[in-house]
């Protein structure tokens, strides 16, 4: 691993700076939560795209700048650093886009991707089931091949960016003998289509992330498929590779939070617990701590790597990291946490309060650390099954 950036690398950086300095917006935008927050960010969506930043390691035919993992990682940086709105479309971008890289057939690619691109469409992830969240493999909506369409019935819940998305993406059950992980096909399904009934699911704070998605004889083309008919799980392992491993979460996120901590400890260190110090400091050293670990991980994908099971190392990190930087911010505020950001002269504590209830959930989404211990000691410590 080297850590001196090339001149081309050092000339991208300023080339981003440059470009979100100059649109980045100077109000902050509504929560994507809502419906006009959500149109607010699927138009950022659409300005990114008019510079070619929204997928910049994408290929260029499909929207893209064709850049390198590590300049993606550059641009995440200048992304947090400039203060730049949540990205509404993350599902597709980071989480179904590599999905048909690899996976899709060349129409596909070029019927998806572009649009994803552009914000144009946004997805929903659809993997959640009454009685089968993190067990992917338990899930019972079923998809029954008629002809040139599959006929889908069952439930989906918790689908991410669903309440307001335009598509989703999930595995369906098409071998109705089939258990567990066999029998399985992933399909992508517009949510406006006869039979898709959308109910959005209002969160702690009483907006709408979420939603539960019905299926009542739904119809969608067989061309909707990706990948094989049943060999669903194989192209879903890829999709959660994704999620949990890189994509979703780069480093820059958490840097962004440690820094602002620092900020924030210093800023108040007169009255703080003196405690608190080590915690601060030990969050901003996992920060950079998992930083370089990340540089090392694209080094080794550059060099021809992969990652395989060590993903789920990194959701466990970055999801207890961002928890505890949240719960250290909590306890330097002390009563004045449980300020939220529309009460009268809260300032940007807020925030902080907004970050560690959507911090709370990182242990349970991408899949529940609980299974993804079992994975490590399973698939990377090599022990017997329980």
Known sequence: MDLTYTA??????????????????????????????????REWERSLNTGRWSA??????????GVTLLQWLIFEEEYYRAGAPGRVNQNGIFLLGPTLMEFGTPEQKARYLPRMASGEEVWAQGWSEPNAGSDMAAIRATARKDGDHYVINGQKTWCSRGAFADWLFGIFRTDPNSERHHGLTFILVPLDA?????????????????????FDDARVPVENRLGPENQGWKVAMATAGFERGLMLRSPARYQNTARKLVEFYRAHADTADPCLRDAVARA???????????????????????IGAEASLNKIFWSELDLHMH??????????????????????????????????????????????????AERLLKLPKG
Do not use: C
């Open 8 to 41: 081309e690398e050092q000339a991208f950086r300023q080339e981003v700076r440059a470009w979100l300095e100059a649109h980045v917006p100077k109000t902050p935008l509504k929560s994507f939560d809502t419906r006009a927050g959500f149109q607010q960010h």
């Open 56 to 65: 910049v390691n994408w290929p260029v035919e499909y929207g893209g700048r």
């Open 194 to 214: 006869p039979g898709v009934t959308v109910r959005p699911i209002a969160q702690l704070d009483g907006e709408t992330g979420f939603a539960e998605v019905f």
């Open 284 to 306: 901003w050293l996992n920060a950079e701590s998992y930083t370089l670990n990340t540089y090392w991980t694209v080094s080794r994908l550059m060099s021809g790597g992969s």
């Open 327 to 376: 719960e250290t911010a909590l306890a330097l505020l002390g009563p004045r946490a449980e300020l939220t950001r529309a009460a009268p002269d809260a300032g940007n504590i807020g925030d902080w309060l907004d970050g560690f209830l959507f911090a709370l959930a990182g242990p349970i989404y991408a899949g529940t650390n609980e299974i993804q211990r079992n994975v490590i």
